[in-house]
């Protein structure tokens, strides 16, 4: 299998506080996973790309400094939204790719609801 | 550029009725292509996917997926819609180390 899961599956903060989110790949090891934001109604947004051991890949317009990423293990990456604000507020959704295939598909968290009040 | 369109962004069928949830594609070479649905305040639950082969592809929940590489296409079917079907199903292509996804289509069942 290919399990992953996402902790929380949502949170509740004020404005201003930091929220950590964490995606764990439960049955094999990822050394890449996907952050993705999913607005109300739309599809989904690719914020950044995580890689275990170096630097997250930060789609265009999405701040590097408010969403920060760390991907320690190759089993667990987490997103952090500082500072957070009512516009931060969203579905988050991460993903996480099997090493050894070819095929490029991904296997997604079920997602952590955040609201900021 | 890669890019997926979902014309519909909503369809409304009968309980009982055939579906069929159109997916067009744009890349340069043969995609990985992907179905997905996603219940309100879920997350993706995979469908089917295609990688080669059989251009006809069986998935979950009865449903099926035909590439069609002359029309650049990937549509999802479904001979009898239940109304547990109702939800919001996405069409995705990977392409490189990152998929793309289409914009969603909205499925209402009614009894």
């Known amino acids: 299998g290919a399990v992953v899961s996402q902790h929380p599956s949502w949170v509740i903060c004020k404005s201003g506080t930091s929220v950590k989110i964490e995606c764990r790949s439960l049955?094999?090891?990822?050394?890449?996973m996907f952050w993705y934001r999913q607005f109300p109604k739309q599809s989904l947004m690719l914020m950044a790309t995580?890689?275990?051991?170096?630097?997250?890949?930060?789609e265009q317009g999405v701040e590097k400094d408010k969403f920060l990423i760390n991907h320690a293990s190759l089993t667990l990456s987490t997103l952090t939204v500082t500072s957070a604000h009512p516009e931060d507020s969203s579905f988050y959704i991460c993903?996480?790719?099997?090493?050894?295939?070819?095929?490029?598909?991904?296997?997604f968290g079920p997602g952590t609801r955040l609201t900021v009040l | 550029a890669q890019s997926v369109t979902q014309p519909d962004i909503h369809i409304t069928v009968s309980e009982g009725a055939s579906l069929e949830l159109r997916c067009n594609y744009s890349?340069?070479?043969?995609?990985?292509l992907f179905w997905y649905v996603q219940s309100p305040g879920q997350g993706l639950q995979l469908l089917l996917k295609?990688?080669?082969?059989?251009?006809l592809v069986q998935g979950i929940k009865g449903f099926e997926a035909e590439f069609k590489r002359s029309q650049s296409s990937f549509n999802l079917r479904k001979p009898s819609v239940h109304w547990s079907d109702a939800a919001e199903y996405f069409c995705?292509?990977?392409?490189?180390?990152?998929?793309?996804f289409g914009t969603g289509t909205s499925l209402t069942v009614i009894p």
């Open positions: 049955d094999f090891q990822a050394t890449t």
């Open positions: 295609y990688f080669s082969g059989d251009t």
């Open positions: 890349y340069g070479a043969t995609p990985y």
């Open positions: 995580s890689n275990e051991g170096s630097k997250a890949t930060y």
């Open positions: 995705a292509v990977g392409a490189g180390n990152q998929f793309y």
């Open positions: 993903s996480a790719v099997k090493p050894g295939r070819t095929s490029n598909e991904q296997f």
